[in-house]
């Protein structure tokens, strides 16, 4: 990689956490008018949930999407501002980044942001999107009904294998992979009984990790079907 080919990956739910840019807001004051703005969408104080939770809330994908995109959008502002990312290269030296990245992307949500930081969608037209997404997604499934697991030790075969014979157990079960992340991490999703029951085979299989997320909501699996047909609306 050449310092002027990079890309940048902005994260989904799951990653967010109490607390999240509280010591880039002291030092950058861009931070705190981009949560305003989001704030002012959602008619709520975006800033104050992710600084003083509770977690719970934080935690429902209704509030966690906007939180994370705001985030997430913030650090891109910051990084313009510095001009410049370094990060550290096979041989421990750094690399100038100041010319832009050549490619943005997203993990689920962070998809959205992507969107926005390229400029092909704006802040307040994605935080109204995401709050409805996260609505939606909310809505289609009964809160506790639905969950989501990260299973990290496993082939992605052996993982599949583990929710088609969970699903298979007992009628009008979902549970299916939902996200292969990387070699040897695949996220599932699906009815938290299910999940919960994957969780127990994946260990006994050998997984080194098989542990819940902290999101309310099945993403990525046909729980959310519902959701999908009306955000296509």
Same mark, same amino acid.
């Given at each position: 990689?050449?310092?002027?080919?990079?890309?940048?990956?902005?994260?989904?739910?799951?990653?967010?956490?109490?607390?999240?840019?509280?010591?880039?807001?002291?030092?950058?004051?861009?931070?705190?008018?981009?949560?305003?703005?989001?704030?002012?969408?959602?008619?709520?104080?975006?800033?104050?949930?992710?600084? *003083?939770?509770?977690?719970?809330?934080?935690?429902?994908?209704?509030?966690?999407?906007?939180?994370?995109?705001?985030?997430?959008?913030?650090?891109?502002?910051?990084?313009?501002?510095?001009?410049?990312?370094?990060?550290?290269?096979?041989?421990?030296?750094?690399?100038?980044?100041?010319?832009?990245?050549?490619?943005?992307?997203?993990?689920?949500?962070?998809?959205?942001?992507?969107?926005?930081?390229?400029?092909?969608?704006?802040?307040?037209?994605?935080?109204?999107?995401?709050?409805?997404?996260?609505?939606?997604?909310?809505?289609?499934?009964?809160?506790?009904?639905?969950?989501?697991?990260?299973?990290?030790?496993?082939?992605?075969?052996?993982?599949?294998?583990?929710?088609? *014979?969970?699903?298979?157990?007992?009628?009008?079960?979902?549970?299916?992979?939902?996200?292969?992340?990387?070699?040897?991490?695949?996220?599932?999703?699906?009815?938290?009984?299910?999940?919960?029951?994957?969780?127990?085979?994946?260990?006994?299989?050998?997984?080194?990790?098989?542990?819940?997320?902290?999101?309310?909501?099945?993403?990525?699996?046909?729980?959310?079907?519902?959701?999908?047909?009306?955000?296509? *609306?």
């Amino acid at each position: 990689m050449t310092a002027s080919t990079y890309a940048i990956v902005f994260p989904g739910q799951g990653s967010q956490s109490v607390g999240m840019l509280a010591n880039m807001a002291v030092q950058y004051p861009m931070v705190q008018p981009i949560f305003d703005q989001a704030s002012n969408e959602l008619g709520y104080d975006l800033w104050q949930l992710t600084q *003083q939770g509770p977690t719970e809330e934080l935690d429902k994908t209704v509030h966690t999407q906007p939180a994370l995109l705001a985030a997430s959008y913030a650090a891109w502002q910051v990084m313009q501002v510095m001009q410049k990312i370094s990060i550290p290269t096979a041989d421990e030296n750094e690399l100038n980044m100041a010319a832009p990245p050549q490619f943005l992307a997203g993990h689920s949500l962070g998809e959205y942001t992507a969107l926005v930081c390229a400029n092909a969608l704006s802040f307040t037209d994605a935080i109204r999107l995401v709050a409805a997404r996260g609505q939606y997604m909310q809505e289609a499934v009964a809160a506790g009904e639905g969950a989501m697991a990260a299973i990290i030790g496993l082939d992605d075969a052996v993982v599949t294998a583990i929710c088609a *014979q969970v699903a298979a157990e007992s009628e009008n079960t979902v549970l299916s992979p939902a996200n292969f992340n990387s070699i040897g991490q695949v996220v599932i999703a699906g009815h938290q009984a299910a999940v919960q029951k994957a969780i127990v085979l994946a260990k006994a299989q050998g997984a080194k990790l098989a542990v819940l997320i902290p999101v309310s909501v099945p993403s990525h699996c046909l729980l959310m079907k519902p959701a999908a047909d009306r955000l296509a *609306q």
